[in-house]
């Protein structure tokens, strides 16, 4: 899979491409990032990226042809014939639809992505329009650049490449982890993985030696060893925290009549305390 970033501060992806999951996939070939200074794609002394708005208003705008120009230069299919399957150009913005988890499985089966990397009041519009496939934006707020949004992607897309993780079921059963089947039992005497992030929900808290810490114990119902108190446990402690934290998700989680009795006791609890 490749990516492409087009930003006015390429030193800003330096430190964050160099450590854990997006370094090994790259030094393992399962990924090429490529940076691209849009300051290079422009034919004035200054080195201009932005003008004043038409219309009067605060701020700077992205001019488009310093992008138009970047984007030619990486033979990207125009948008007219381009296979989403195989492209997608993006433009991180803060008017854009959300990135979520079912977003990133989505770009994960995409061979290349290019990202443009907002800045200042905006982007020319004509960038969109012309060369862009979609928009996103990684939350409801504003920050001071698509840089963030642009390695929060590239982060989260590449962590589901096959091979990039040490066990393929990695990005199956955790938070937001969709799954076929989401409260399979594993065979006979093997350890129980995980009912909590499949189906759409939050994953349960979890726990590590030492037993005790600060007064505070493990629970003792994953303490005891019993496969089946520990599955139920985990999904009752992921309703518990989807509900407490994220409760829109459970309007699409996959739940069965055995969640939907805990949930039920779960609200029951929250309205009391």
């Not at 899979?1 to 393992?28: H, K, N, Q």
């Not at 988890?101 to 061979?111: M, N």
């Amino acid at each position: 899979m490749r990516f492409d970033i087009i930003t006015i501060f390429p030193d800003f992806f330096g430190s964050t491409l160099e450590y854990g999951v997006l370094s090994r996939a790259r030094s393992t070939g399962l990924v090429r990032i490529d940076v691209h200074d849009l300051r290079s794609f422009t034919h004035d002394r200054h080195r201009t990226v932005d003008d004043r708005p038409f219309g009067g208003g605060e701020g700077m705008v992205l001019k488009p042809q310093p992008i138009y120009d970047a984007i030619s230069s990486l033979a990207v299919t125009p948008k007219a014939d381009r296979d989403a399957s195989r492209e997608s150009v993006i433009l991180l913005s803060a008017q854009g639809r959300s990135f979520t988890q079912t977003v990133a499985r989505e770009l994960s089966g995409v061979e290349r992505i290019v990202l443009i990397c907002g800045r200042y009041e905006g982007v020319d519009e004509r960038v969109n329009e012309l060369l862009c496939d979609r928009e996103l934006s990684i939350g409801d707020y504003v920050l001071s650049g698509g840089e963030l949004g642009a390695a929060v992607i590239v982060d989260a897309v590449t962590r589901l490449l096959p091979g990039v993780l040490g066990h393929p079921d990695s990005t199956r059963f955790e938070s937001f982890g969709v799954d076929e089947q989401p409260h399979a039992v594993e065979p006979d005497g093997a350890p129980p993985r995980t009912t909590a992030g499949a189906g759409g929900l939050l994953d349960y808290p979890h726990y590590t030696r030492p037993a005790e810490f600060q007064g505070l114990a493990v629970p003792e119902a994953l303490a005891g060893g019993n496969h089946e108190t520990i599955r139920r446990w985990r999904r009752r402690m992921a309703l518990a925290k989807t509900l407490r934290n994220r409760p829109e998700l459970l309007e699409r989680a996959v739940l069965d009549d055995d969640d939907r009795r805990m949930l039920r006791e779960l609200e029951q609890e929250q309205s009391r305390s």
